[in-house]
């Protein structure tokens, strides 16, 4: 690279998720030493800005230490009294709600940060606030890409210019893949680009899917615009810095990925990168942009390996000791490996921290598999990861290839990603709620209200969703009667208070369908429904159905519950006389019915309160207190004893 003063120089990074592991002793720090590398790159380049492409939290309800720490890192680095070389044409209190942190004559900006959301740190709640609202407000980073209504995006561009060179900066922060797939399908993405954009790069930041999980569950590249130049893609994991061109659109995909692994898998495992975009003011090698790719040599070292024990190896089936002697040689080669990679990432001879190591054993069912807390309690000093955070070293999968179509299976000895058994089971059981609220509406809640706070009670394990939403959601209607449902010095009846509380709740349901599509969770439930249904047979047809008095909360009988519901899935499906069902299918089984356990015994518990009471006397009178002046005070006291309360059931059926 050759950067003239007029080009752009831009440090890009995604997907950092502080606060990952936070609790882990050994792995607590890690997302926390990796975004101080990356700043330090940023600050040790000379770059004019930080370009983050979401997931900057791995919570968007991050700890209070994670907050803490990085608000410290942020003005560790970005700081001080260097002077910033270039400018912002475009509206600021369109692209960040505000103005640029480094135009506020009371802080001290040397390095803007730039940022969108991620599907992990995105805004939540009725105020739509997320953690980067916090550092925006700090004046740490410039916050944009937030989008208040899914149906009808309009997309602004930061428009940065210094000296020749012109930049747009367009950016859409996470929204569900399938809400964004529809809206762009339906033209309700509008794109606020200027005259001149042929005079500009045109870079765009998104956070979502790019491999497609489904038809409608990722963002296709070709969905995008042809004006643009570059797009910075975030959420995928797996780093392929250098520009991907799409032949059909005629532009740039630069994926920096995720520079700290949450997962154990192929792409979690590649050479970690940053980069360093550099925009010129005139062609160069016919572009006007650049990449570097800068090596991250903090990250935790990680091996992924792979062997087929029938194929690769000589131990016969039911050689325990020989099957475990040749695992732990195997794991003791990747451990060697991972030192191996970490030197080489660190030629100072810095000591190597534990490794991330993943050994996936494929094998017939005639084998036994060695026992995982014996096995693991061998490397508990010498690796990172173990069963008890949810990341096994050895995991064990059953050959496909052996089974006959006719043969029934017999249970796999691995049970997939829990993070993807939970979803499966949350998809469905919010899936039938949301089914159940559709068929039976309430009277007085916004029903997308309800499903977005149960989505984010157990999805983003937001403890005060539900009760915020129903306290804030009944304070409001209490408002409304006051100052536009009743009329003036006079009493109205049920039926009058009834229609005013319908039509504003039908106005609130629409507004949450903005931020919550109740369709995304029935499809999945649909999806779900043939799995879910079978599992279902043994979770249910053994007369354990959830009782009216039972639950509240969970006590020891529940833990012994989930184990003999669990016993009664193996008996159904691996027993004397299994059911005939693929693998795969099975796998879904076992994963989702013992995950929606827990998500339901989550959303029973919100539904178990004492009281359902909705709106209480006190809150009724209330209502006419506040409404009425001192002449008739008296007369309305009188009249309030009269009042026809409202039902529980008519509000919330």
């Known amino acids: 690279m050759d950067p003239s003063k007029d080009s752009l120089s831009i440090m890009i990074a995604t997907d950092i998720h502080l606060g990952y592991q936070e609790q882990d002793p050994t792995r607590g720090t890690d997302s926390f030493n990796t975004f101080r590398e990356i700043l330090r790159h940023a600050k040790n380049h000379k770059v004019d800005m930080v370009l983050l492409g979401g997931d900057l939290f791995h919570e968007n309800k991050p700890s209070l230490y994670t907050l803490n720490e990085a608000i410290k890192l942020l003005h560790e680095f970005t700081v001080g009294d260097k002077k910033i070389n270039f400018k912002i044409s475009s509206d600021q209190y369109k692209n960040f709600g505000r103005r640029v942190n480094y135009s506020n004559p009371n802080s001290n900006t040397a390095l803007p940060v730039f940022s969108i959301h991620g599907n992990h740190d995105d805004p939540t709640g009725a105020k739509r606030v997320g953690p980067l609202d916090i550092l925006s407000s700090s004046d740490l980073i410039n916050y944009f ?8 995006i309009e997309v602004y561009p930061i428009t940065i210019e210094k000296g020749s060179t012109k930049l747009n900066i367009f950016g859409i922060g996470n929204v569900r893949d399938e809400r964004l797939h529809r809206a762009f399908n339906n033209n309700q993405v509008t794109w606020c680009k200027p005259d001149n ?24 590249e070709n969905m995008l615009p042809e004006f643009l130049d570059i797009v910075f893609w975030g959420h995928e994991h797996d780093c392929r810095i250098l520009p991907e061109t799409n ?33 010129y003011d005139k062609p160069r090698k016919g572009k006007k942009y650049e990449i570097k790719p800068i090596l991250l040599s903090t990250v935790r070292p990680m091996v992924i390996d792979s062997i087929d024990i029938k194929r690769e190896t000589d131990i016969s089936p039911g050689d325990d000791k020989a099957l475990e002697t040749y695992l732990r040689s195997k794991v003791n080669e990747m451990i060697v490996r991972a030192q191996e990679l970490w030197n080489e990432n660190n030629p ?60 029934r299976f017999v249970a796999p000895l691995d049970f997939g990603d829990e993070e993807i058994s939970q979803k499966n089971a949350t998809y469905f059981v919010i899936g039938q709620l949301a089914k159940t609220l559709k068929e039976k509406p309430s009277h007085f ?14 999805n983003k394990n937001d403890e005060n969703a539900v009760r915020d939403f129903f306290e804030s959601t009944r304070e409001h209607m209490k408002n409304h009667l006051i100052n536009h449902g009743i009329p003036e010095h006079s009493l ?3 039926s009058e208070i009834k229609n005013v509380i319908t039509l504003e709740k039908d106005r609130l349901n629409q507004e949450w369908s903005t931020q919550f599509d109740p369709e995304h969770y ?50 159904e499906f691996t027993g004397d006389n ?17 995950a929606s356990a827990g998500v339901k015994r989550r959303i029973n518990s919100i539904f178990d309160s004492p009281s359902k009471r909705i709106m209480t006397d006190t809150t009724k009178l209330s209502i006419l207190e506040q409404r009425s002046s001192p002449s008739v005070t008296s007369q309305q006291s009188q009249r309030t004893q009269t009042f026809h309360e409202l039902d529980d059931d008519d509000l919330f059926d």
């Open 145 to 152: 890409g937030k989008i208040n209504k899914v149906d009808d």
């Open 197 to 220: 954009i042929d005079d500009y790069v045109n870079l765009m930041v998104i956070h979502q899917n790019r491999v497609p999980h489904s038809p409608k569950n990722y963002i296709p």
């Open 247 to 279: 032949s059909q659109r005629n532009f740039d995909v630069i994926q920096p990925g995720s520079p700290v692994a949450t997962s154990l898998c192929d792409g979690e495992a590649i050479t970690k990168y940053v980069g360093i975009l550099e925009i």
């Open 348 to 407: 100072d001879g810095e000591n190597p921290p534990l490794p991330l190591i993943r050994l996936n054993v494929e094998m017939s069912r005639e084998y036994n598999r060695i026992r995982t807390s014996l096995f693991e309690q061998e490397f508990k000093n010498r690796i990172a990861n173990s069963d008890s955070n949810g990341q096994k070293i050895v995991t064990y999968h059953y050959k496909e290839a052996e089974r006959s179509q006719n043969q």
């Open 445 to 458: 809640f916004p029903e997308n209200g309800i499903l977005n706070s149960i989505d984010l009670y157990v």
């Open 492 to 494: 109205p009846g049920e």
């Open 522 to 571: 029935l499809e999945k439930s649909r999806t779900e429904q043939s799995i879910t249904s079978v599992a279902a047979v043994s979770t249910t047809s053994h007369g354990r159905g959830r009782g009216r008095g039972r639950g509240r909360g969970r006590g020891r009988g529940s833990q012994t519950q989930d184990r003999e519901e669990q016993m009664e899935i193996d008996n």
């Open 578 to 594: 299994p059911r005939a069902v693929t693998p795969e299918t099975y796998n879904q089984i076992k994963s989702v019915s013992k």
